[in-house]
């Protein structure tokens, strides 16, 4: 099942369809849920409908993935750029400060 397509959908879809299989202690049926979109006055309803039918339907069949907000992309990105920062200049701290202090640690400034 590699040509499986998992959507990315909004995190309060995500919330939306989560707190749907939980209320009938993980038993609601995607048939369940997809009933839920059509109840106007639903607590869940707006959630729903917010993307299209399609999308909903391949979300519940494939499994789905949280689409990030902006704050989570952004510490996403500052996260990555810091551990390939601290994976170079980092190493290249500690190897100056053990060689300038005259001390040799094997694997690290020493053979």
């Given at each position: 099942?590699?040509?499986?397509?998992?959507?990315?959908?909004?995190?309060?879809?995500a919330?939306?369809?989560?707190e749907l299989r939980t209320l009938r202690r993980g038993e609601a049926t995607n048939r369940d849920i997809l009933?839920?979109?059509?109840?106007?006055?639903?607590?869940?309803?707006?959630?729903?409908?917010?993307?299209?039918?399609?999308?909903?339907?391949?979300?519940?069949?494939?499994?789905y993935e949280r689409e990030l907000t902006e704050e989570q992309r952004k510490h996403d990105i500052l996260r990555e750029?810091?551990?390939?920062?601290?994976?170079?200049?980092?190493?290249?701290?500690?190897n100056y400060t053990?060689?300038?202090l005259g001390v040799a640690v094997s694997g690290v400034n020493a053979e």
């Amino acid at each position: 099942m590699s040509n499986v397509n998992k959507p990315v959908i909004p995190a309060e879809v995500a919330d939306a369809i989560e707190e749907l299989r939980t209320l009938r202690r993980g038993e609601a049926t995607n048939r369940d849920i997809l009933l839920r979109r059509e109840r106007i006055g639903n607590p869940y309803y707006t959630a729903l409908i917010s993307i299209p039918y399609d999308t909903l339907m391949a979300a519940l069949v494939n499994g789905y993935e949280r689409e990030l907000t902006e704050e989570q992309r952004k510490h996403d990105i500052l996260r990555e750029a810091y551990f390939e920062l601290l994976g170079t200049e980092f190493a290249s701290g500690i190897n100056y400060t053990l060689t300038t202090l005259g001390v040799a640690v094997s694997g690290v400034n020493a053979e």
